[in-house]
Protein backbone atom coordinates (compact mmCIF):
# COMPACT_ATOMS: atom_id res chain seq x y z
CA UNK A 1 0.00 0.00 0.00
CA UNK A 2 1.44 3.29 -1.13
CA UNK A 3 2.42 5.98 1.78
CA UNK A 4 1.40 9.64 1.28
CA UNK A 5 1.84 12.42 3.11
CA UNK A 6 -0.30 15.51 2.94
CA UNK A 7 1.46 18.69 3.17
CA UNK A 8 -0.94 21.22 5.61
CA UNK A 9 2.18 23.68 5.66
CA UNK A 10 5.72 23.64 5.50
CA UNK A 11 6.66 27.14 6.50
CA UNK A 12 9.64 29.40 9.06
CA UNK A 13 8.06 29.96 12.06
CA UNK A 14 11.05 31.79 13.04
CA UNK A 15 14.39 32.82 11.86
CA UNK A 16 15.70 29.60 13.54
CA UNK A 17 12.81 26.91 13.36
CA UNK A 18 11.42 25.47 10.44
CA UNK A 19 7.90 23.65 11.21
CA UNK A 20 6.14 21.11 9.01
CA UNK A 21 2.51 19.94 9.80
CA UNK A 22 0.29 17.63 7.42
CA UNK A 23 -1.57 14.31 7.59
CA UNK A 24 -0.54 10.79 6.76
CA UNK A 25 -2.34 8.48 4.71
CA UNK A 26 -1.42 4.26 3.92
CA UNK A 27 0.58 4.03 7.68
CA UNK A 28 -0.63 0.37 7.99
CA UNK A 29 2.16 -1.96 9.19
CA UNK A 30 4.95 1.20 9.24
CA UNK A 31 7.07 2.00 11.92
CA UNK A 32 8.60 5.66 12.31
CA UNK A 33 11.58 6.62 13.22
CA UNK A 34 13.10 10.12 14.31
CA UNK A 35 12.23 12.35 11.29
CA UNK A 36 14.51 13.89 9.52
CA UNK A 37 14.88 16.73 7.38
CA UNK A 38 17.99 16.55 4.10
CA UNK A 39 18.49 20.45 3.09
CA UNK A 40 20.34 22.02 0.45
CA UNK A 41 20.63 25.10 0.61
CA UNK A 42 23.50 27.02 -1.50
CA UNK A 43 25.02 24.29 -3.17
CA UNK A 44 25.71 22.93 0.84
CA UNK A 45 23.75 19.84 2.22
CA UNK A 46 22.74 19.85 5.59
CA UNK A 47 20.91 17.01 7.70
CA UNK A 48 18.61 18.36 10.49
CA UNK A 49 16.80 16.02 13.04
CA UNK A 50 13.70 16.79 14.54
CA UNK A 51 13.08 18.62 17.82
CA UNK A 52 12.23 16.24 20.90
CA UNK A 53 9.16 18.77 21.73
CA UNK A 54 6.94 16.82 19.66
CA UNK A 55 8.35 13.37 20.99
CA UNK A 56 6.91 10.81 20.43
CA UNK A 57 6.25 11.02 16.19
CA UNK A 58 4.22 8.43 15.06
CA UNK A 59 1.36 8.99 13.01
CA UNK A 60 -2.52 8.32 12.70
CA UNK A 61 -3.94 7.83 9.37
CA UNK A 62 -5.74 10.97 8.53
CA UNK A 63 -5.04 12.98 11.57
CA UNK A 64 -2.53 16.06 12.22
CA UNK A 65 1.12 15.42 12.34
CA UNK A 66 3.89 18.02 13.41
CA UNK A 67 7.82 18.00 13.44
CA UNK A 68 10.08 20.85 14.05
CA UNK A 69 14.10 21.30 13.16
CA UNK A 70 16.18 24.36 14.07
CA UNK A 71 18.10 25.89 11.45
CA UNK A 72 21.15 27.83 12.39
CA UNK A 73 22.52 30.36 9.78
CA UNK A 74 20.55 32.30 7.29
CA UNK A 75 17.31 31.06 5.25
CA UNK A 76 18.04 31.51 1.58
CA UNK A 77 16.51 29.09 -0.57
CA UNK A 78 16.60 25.56 -0.03
CA UNK A 79 15.44 21.92 -1.21
CA UNK A 80 14.53 20.17 1.28
CA UNK A 81 13.64 16.19 1.84
CA UNK A 82 11.52 14.46 5.10
CA UNK A 83 13.04 10.91 5.81
CA UNK A 84 10.69 9.02 8.70
CA UNK A 85 12.06 5.88 7.66
CA UNK A 86 14.58 3.27 6.31
CA UNK A 87 12.02 3.44 2.98
CA UNK A 88 10.35 5.83 3.84
CA UNK A 89 11.49 9.94 2.22
CA UNK A 90 9.34 12.90 0.71
CA UNK A 91 10.69 15.66 -1.11
CA UNK A 92 8.89 19.02 0.43
CA UNK A 93 8.21 21.85 -1.54
CA UNK A 94 10.05 24.91 -0.62
CA UNK A 95 9.22 26.70 2.90
CA UNK A 96 6.82 29.79 2.52
CA UNK A 97 8.36 33.06 4.02
CA UNK A 98 5.73 34.09 5.38
CA UNK A 99 5.16 32.37 9.11
CA UNK A 100 1.77 30.63 10.76
CA UNK A 101 0.18 31.21 6.77
CA UNK A 102 -1.28 27.80 5.50
CA UNK A 103 -0.14 26.95 2.26
CA UNK A 104 -2.07 24.98 -0.24
CA UNK A 105 -2.31 21.30 0.56
CA UNK A 106 -0.41 18.93 -1.88
CA UNK A 107 0.01 15.02 -1.42
CA UNK A 108 3.22 13.62 -1.36
CA UNK A 109 4.10 9.86 -2.15
CA UNK A 110 7.04 8.08 -0.50
CA UNK A 111 9.52 7.13 -2.68
CA UNK A 112 10.31 3.51 -1.37
CA UNK A 113 13.80 1.97 -1.84
CA UNK A 114 13.75 -1.32 -3.52
CA UNK A 115 14.20 -4.42 -1.34
CA UNK A 116 17.20 -7.12 -1.90
CA UNK A 117 14.68 -9.77 -2.76
CA UNK A 118 12.58 -7.49 -5.52
CA UNK A 119 16.15 -6.28 -6.82
CA UNK A 120 17.24 -9.88 -7.18
CA UNK A 121 13.71 -10.67 -9.04
CA UNK A 122 14.35 -7.71 -11.37
CA UNK A 123 18.14 -8.34 -12.46
CA UNK A 124 16.64 -12.37 -12.47
CA UNK A 125 13.84 -13.09 -12.71
CA UNK A 126 12.75 -17.07 -11.93
CA UNK A 127 12.27 -19.85 -14.78
CA UNK A 128 8.66 -20.95 -15.45
CA UNK A 129 9.79 -24.39 -15.88
CA UNK A 130 11.40 -24.06 -12.03
CA UNK A 131 8.24 -22.80 -10.68
CA UNK A 132 5.71 -25.84 -12.80
CA UNK A 133 7.92 -28.35 -11.47
CA UNK A 134 7.81 -27.31 -8.01
CA UNK A 135 4.28 -27.30 -8.28
CA UNK A 136 4.18 -31.29 -9.87
CA UNK A 137 6.28 -32.04 -6.55
CA UNK A 138 4.42 -30.81 -4.42
CA UNK A 139 0.91 -32.63 -6.01
CA UNK A 140 2.98 -35.54 -5.71
CA UNK A 141 3.83 -35.10 -2.18
CA UNK A 142 0.19 -35.00 -1.58
CA UNK A 143 -0.63 -37.84 -3.80
CA UNK A 144 1.67 -39.74 -1.45
CA UNK A 145 0.36 -39.02 1.60
CA UNK A 146 -3.00 -39.75 0.23
CA UNK A 147 -1.24 -43.59 -0.89
CA UNK A 148 -0.21 -43.96 2.93
CA UNK A 149 -3.49 -43.79 4.37
CA UNK A 150 -4.80 -46.56 1.72
CA UNK A 151 -4.44 -49.44 4.37
CA UNK A 152 -6.18 -47.53 6.82
CA UNK A 153 -8.72 -46.83 4.91
CA UNK A 154 -9.06 -50.72 4.00
CA UNK A 155 -9.67 -51.79 7.84
CA UNK A 156 -11.79 -49.10 8.04
CA UNK A 157 -13.88 -50.20 5.02
CA UNK A 158 -13.97 -54.15 6.95
CA UNK A 159 -15.08 -53.00 10.60
CA UNK A 160 -18.01 -51.19 8.46
CA UNK A 161 -20.32 -54.61 8.67
CA UNK A 162 -19.28 -55.18 12.19
CA UNK A 163 -20.52 -51.67 12.85
CA UNK A 164 -23.36 -52.46 10.93
CA UNK A 165 -24.45 -55.22 13.27
CA UNK A 166 -24.00 -53.65 16.59
CA UNK A 167 -26.05 -50.85 14.98
CA UNK A 168 -29.35 -53.42 14.19
CA UNK A 169 -28.28 -55.02 17.95
CA UNK A 170 -28.25 -51.37 19.38
CA UNK A 171 -31.81 -50.69 17.94
CA UNK A 172 -33.11 -53.70 18.90
CA UNK A 173 -31.99 -53.13 22.51
CA UNK A 174 -33.26 -49.11 22.38
CA UNK A 175 -37.06 -50.73 21.19
CA UNK A 176 -37.01 -53.01 24.66
CA UNK A 177 -35.79 -49.85 26.88
CA UNK A 178 -38.56 -47.80 24.93
CA UNK A 179 -41.21 -50.63 25.30
CA UNK A 180 -40.21 -50.95 29.43
CA UNK A 181 -40.56 -47.40 29.28
CA UNK A 182 -43.84 -46.91 27.83
CA UNK A 183 -45.47 -49.45 29.93
CA UNK A 184 -43.36 -47.95 33.56
CA UNK A 185 -45.46 -44.67 31.99
CA UNK A 186 -48.50 -46.49 31.89
CA UNK A 187 -47.99 -47.49 35.60
CA UNK A 188 -46.91 -44.31 36.32
CA UNK A 189 -49.48 -42.54 34.91
CA UNK A 190 -52.07 -42.34 37.76
CA UNK A 191 -49.09 -41.58 40.25
CA UNK A 192 -48.48 -39.05 37.87
CA UNK A 193 -51.91 -37.58 38.07
CA UNK A 194 -52.65 -37.87 42.09
CA UNK A 195 -49.28 -35.57 42.31
CA UNK A 196 -50.18 -33.37 39.58
CA UNK A 197 -53.09 -32.80 41.89
CA UNK A 198 -51.45 -32.81 44.90
CA UNK A 199 -49.26 -30.24 43.44
CA UNK A 200 -52.21 -28.19 42.18
CA UNK A 201 -53.91 -28.18 45.53
CA UNK A 202 -50.14 -27.22 46.74
CA UNK A 203 -50.09 -24.47 43.82
CA UNK A 204 -53.53 -23.19 44.80
CA UNK A 205 -52.50 -23.66 49.22
CA UNK A 206 -49.24 -21.39 48.25
CA UNK A 207 -51.58 -18.70 46.14
CA UNK A 208 -53.52 -18.54 49.26
CA UNK A 209 -50.84 -18.10 51.67
CA UNK A 210 -49.43 -15.37 49.14
CA UNK A 211 -52.76 -13.35 49.55
CA UNK A 212 -52.63 -13.51 53.33
CA UNK A 213 -49.34 -12.37 53.54
CA UNK A 214 -49.98 -9.68 50.77
CA UNK A 215 -53.20 -8.69 52.94
CA UNK A 216 -50.91 -8.91 55.67
CA UNK A 217 -47.96 -6.76 54.42
CA UNK A 218 -50.53 -4.53 53.66
CA UNK A 219 -52.23 -4.71 56.92
CA UNK A 220 -48.91 -4.41 58.48
CA UNK A 221 -47.82 -0.90 56.34
CA UNK A 222 -51.22 0.23 56.85
CA UNK A 223 -50.32 -0.33 60.83
CA UNK A 224 -46.84 1.40 60.67
CA UNK A 225 -48.96 4.21 58.58
CA UNK A 226 -50.71 4.84 61.81
CA UNK A 227 -48.39 4.61 64.40
CA UNK A 228 -46.45 6.70 62.38
CA UNK A 229 -49.31 9.37 62.21
CA UNK A 230 -50.17 8.95 66.10
CA UNK A 231 -46.23 9.45 67.06
CA UNK A 232 -46.78 12.47 64.98
CA UNK A 233 -49.52 13.52 66.74
CA UNK A 234 -47.96 12.63 70.17
CA UNK A 235 -44.71 14.71 69.16
CA UNK A 236 -47.36 17.84 67.89
CA UNK A 237 -49.10 17.45 71.27
CA UNK A 238 -45.96 16.82 73.41
CA UNK A 239 -44.52 19.63 71.61
CA UNK A 240 -47.96 22.20 71.90
CA UNK A 241 -47.65 21.16 75.91
CA UNK A 242 -44.07 22.17 76.21
CA UNK A 243 -44.56 25.25 74.87
CA UNK A 244 -47.93 25.56 76.71
CA UNK A 245 -45.51 24.82 79.66
CA UNK A 246 -43.02 27.78 78.85
CA UNK A 247 -45.67 30.11 78.00
CA UNK A 248 -47.69 29.50 81.14
CA UNK A 249 -44.02 29.67 83.48
CA UNK A 250 -42.97 32.98 81.97
CA UNK A 251 -46.98 34.31 82.88
CA UNK A 252 -46.62 32.84 86.29
CA UNK A 253 -42.91 34.40 86.63
CA UNK A 254 -44.14 37.83 84.96
CA UNK A 255 -46.98 37.48 87.16
CA UNK A 256 -44.99 37.02 90.93
CA UNK A 257 -42.79 39.67 89.23
CA UNK A 258 -45.44 42.45 88.85
CA UNK A 259 -47.17 40.89 92.72
CA UNK A 260 -43.48 41.17 94.06
CA UNK A 261 -43.37 44.71 93.34
CA UNK A 262 -46.80 45.71 94.28
CA UNK A 263 -46.45 44.14 97.61
CA UNK A 264 -43.01 45.82 97.30
CA UNK A 265 -45.08 49.15 96.46
CA UNK A 266 -47.81 48.28 99.29
CA UNK A 267 -45.61 47.91 101.97
CA UNK A 268 -43.56 51.04 100.89
CA UNK A 269 -46.84 53.37 100.75
CA UNK A 270 -47.73 51.74 104.13
CA UNK A 271 -44.36 52.41 105.60
CA UNK A 272 -45.01 56.22 104.13
CA UNK A 273 -48.46 56.11 105.68
CA UNK A 274 -47.41 55.03 109.02
CA UNK A 275 -44.42 57.68 108.61
CA UNK A 276 -47.24 60.18 107.51
CA UNK A 277 -49.18 59.23 110.87
CA UNK A 278 -46.65 59.29 113.05
CA UNK A 279 -45.75 63.35 111.39
CA UNK A 280 -49.38 63.95 111.72
CA UNK A 281 -49.27 62.60 115.40
CA UNK A 282 -46.05 64.61 116.51
CA UNK A 283 -47.47 67.86 114.57
CA UNK A 284 -50.99 67.51 116.46
CA UNK A 285 -48.73 66.90 119.47
CA UNK A 286 -46.53 69.83 118.81
CA UNK A 287 -49.30 71.79 118.18
CA UNK A 288 -51.04 70.78 121.54
CA UNK A 289 -47.67 71.66 123.49
CA UNK A 290 -47.56 74.83 121.33
CA UNK A 291 -51.29 75.99 122.67
CA UNK A 292 -50.50 74.27 126.25
CA UNK A 293 -47.54 76.18 126.42
CA UNK A 294 -49.06 79.82 124.96
CA UNK A 295 -50.59 80.73 128.15
CA UNK A 296 -47.25 80.64 129.85
CA UNK A 297 -44.61 82.12 127.03
CA UNK A 298 -47.32 84.82 126.39
CA UNK A 299 -46.62 85.23 130.61
CA UNK A 300 -42.88 85.05 129.91
CA UNK A 301 -43.02 87.80 127.21
CA UNK A 302 -44.97 89.83 128.89
CA UNK A 303 -42.45 89.72 132.07
CA UNK A 304 -39.41 90.27 129.26
CA UNK A 305 -41.53 92.97 127.67
CA UNK A 306 -42.67 94.51 131.45
CA UNK A 307 -39.03 94.27 133.01
CA UNK A 308 -36.64 93.81 129.88
CA UNK A 309 -34.47 91.09 129.25
CA UNK A 310 -31.08 92.31 131.38
CA UNK A 311 -33.10 93.26 134.40
CA UNK A 312 -34.45 90.04 134.53
CA UNK A 313 -31.63 87.94 135.78
CA UNK A 314 -30.95 90.39 138.56
CA UNK A 315 -34.58 90.33 140.05
CA UNK A 316 -34.42 88.97 143.50
CA UNK A 317 -35.92 86.11 145.19
CA UNK A 318 -38.39 87.84 147.19
CA UNK A 319 -39.48 89.86 144.23
CA UNK A 320 -39.44 87.10 141.35
CA UNK A 321 -43.00 86.43 140.66
CA UNK A 322 -44.32 82.90 138.77
CA UNK A 323 -44.23 84.41 135.41
CA UNK A 324 -40.25 85.84 136.18
CA UNK A 325 -39.21 82.32 137.03
CA UNK A 326 -41.08 80.81 133.76
CA UNK A 327 -38.63 83.39 131.86
CA UNK A 328 -35.72 83.01 133.63
CA UNK A 329 -35.82 78.94 132.77
CA UNK A 330 -36.94 79.53 129.26
CA UNK A 331 -33.75 82.16 129.17
CA UNK A 332 -31.10 78.92 130.76
CA UNK A 333 -33.15 76.83 128.18
CA UNK A 334 -32.39 79.09 125.34
CA UNK A 335 -28.60 79.18 126.45
CA UNK A 336 -28.26 75.48 126.64
CA UNK A 337 -29.99 74.81 123.63
CA UNK A 338 -27.38 77.65 121.94
CA UNK A 339 -24.54 75.68 124.18
CA UNK A 340 -25.01 72.59 122.82
CA UNK A 341 -25.30 73.71 119.12
CA UNK A 342 -21.75 75.55 119.65
CA UNK A 343 -20.30 72.26 120.88
CA UNK A 344 -21.75 70.13 117.93
CA UNK A 345 -20.51 72.22 115.56
CA UNK A 346 -17.18 72.41 116.91
CA UNK A 347 -17.16 68.52 117.14
CA UNK A 348 -18.09 68.17 112.94
CA UNK A 349 -15.13 70.89 112.51
CA UNK A 350 -12.83 68.83 114.23
CA UNK A 351 -13.78 65.38 112.85
Given at each position: MTVEFEVE?????ADDRLELEGRWFGLRGRRFIRPTLDVEVDGESRRLLALMEHKP???TDGEDWLAAFAWEGDRGEIDAELAVGPDLSFELPRPDGRARRKASRKRLVAREQPSPEDEVTRIR????????????AARVSELQAQAARVPELQAQAARVPLLEDELARLRAELEAERAAATGAADELRPKLAEL????????SARDGARRQADEATRERYEAQGALAAAERELARAVSERDDLRTSTSAERRELRR????????RDAAVARLEEIRRERDQARLARDATRAERPQLEGVAEVVRRRGPRKLPWIGRAERTGDDVLALRFAALVALSVVCL?????ILLAA
Open positions: RFEWAWAAPPDKRIADLEAQQRRLDAAAERDVAVTELVAIW
